[in-house]
Structure formats: structure tokens, C-alpha cells
């Protein structure tokens, strides 16, 4: 019998201007994960290196017309939509991102914009908010990103504060 594999991902959002743990957790991550995404507000230049090898969208701070806006991948049979949520009004309402999400039919939705972590599981799809690595918001005031673990069962997110150390409150596994 085959050995079902697993793939991980890192998702980091909000890192307004600090480019260093943006390095930090890419050099940190390389080598482990099988992909990366930062959930936009970098206020990073798009054409810097730093964004090599990450999934990047654009946030209501990112100036910079070279980012997209939103993006759709597959990871490991996974679809995944990526966005801000800025433009879906997530700060008032979660009908426009979640019309968004079934529209594309994803699995997993990741946006950031709230600095403040969480997931949830709403119809078939779960949304992920990593936090911010910058400038955390909401009753949870640490600095926080997340990994995604996905298999075909099972997909399970742990967040994790900058000395890599897991905040595992918010550790939740969900059946896909």
C-alpha cells in the first residue's frame, strides 16, 4: 500500500516594510515547506528578489501595480485562493470573499488585511487569516504566521509566533 504524502506551506501576511522577517522566515522555511505566500501589505517593491519562490498578492498598502490582486493555486490537489481581502470588504462582511472563494471553487482561501489570526471552515471551504508578522491586531497581540499541512484527508493549520515556537490555541484540523 502507498504512503499518502503531505505537503506544507507558510503563509505570512501584513509585513508593512519589514522586509528583514519576510527574509527571515523565507530562508528559515526553503527548504521545508513545498510553498510560500505572503497575504500582501509587504510595501515592498513586486520586482524585489525577496519574492522569488513566494506566492505574493497585493494589499490595500502595496502601491506597487505589479502585484496581482488575487491568485489561484493548486498545491497537492489543494486549490487555494490567495488575496487581502481589502477588496472582498472582509472588515464589514464575509459574503463577498467567501462568493469569491466558491467562485473558484477553493479548498482553502487564505486573505489577511485583520491582523488578527484565525481559520475557520465555512461550506467546503476553510479561510485562513495567518495574522501579521508586523503589526498584530485583536485580543491575540503576537507577532504570528501559519502552516498549512495537506494531505487528501486531512488539512491542518498551526500558527506559530517569529521565534518559531507553535500558538497552539488556534491549532485546528479539518477534513477535507
Known amino acids: 500500500m502507498a504512503r499518502e504524502t503531505s505537503k506544507t506551506i507558510l503563509v505570512m501576511s501584513d509585513s508593512h516594510g519589514n522586509r528583514g522577517i519576510v527574509q527571515e522566515l523565507k530562508d528559515y522555511y526553503l527548504d521545508k515547506v513545498d510553498a510560500i505566500f505572503h497575504n500582501g501589505d509587504s510595501e515592498l517593491a513586486s ?11 497585493a494589499g490595500n498598502c502595496d ?6 490582486e488575487k491568485l489561484v493555486t493548486d498545491v497537492a490537489g489543494c486549490r487555494i485562493a490567495q488575496t487581502h481581502g481589502h477588496l472582498y470588504r472582509i472588515n464589514y462582511t464575509w459574503q463577498n470573499l467567501d462568493y469569491w472563494a466558491q467562485e473558484v471553487d477553493a479548498d482553502l482561501c487564505l486573505y489577511g488585511h485583520l491582523h488578527a489570526a484565525a481559520v475557520e471552515k465555512r461550506g467546503k471551504t476553510i479561510f485562513l487569516n495567518p495574522g501579521s508578522v508586523q503589526q498584530p491586531r485583536g485580543p491575540i497581540q503576537t507577532k504570528l504566521y501559519a502552516l498549512v499541512t495537506i494531505t487528501s484527508e486531512v ?22
Do not use: M
Open 47 to 57: 520586482g524585489d528578489p525577496i519574492w522569488d519562490g513566494i506566492q505574493v498578492v
Open 155 to 176: 488539512l491542518s493549520v498551526r500558527f506559530y509566533n517569529l521565534e518559531h515556537e507553535e500558538y497552539t490555541a488556534l491549532a485546528k484540523d479539518f477534513r477535507r
Open 63 to 68: 502601491y506597487d501595480s505589479g502585484y496581482a
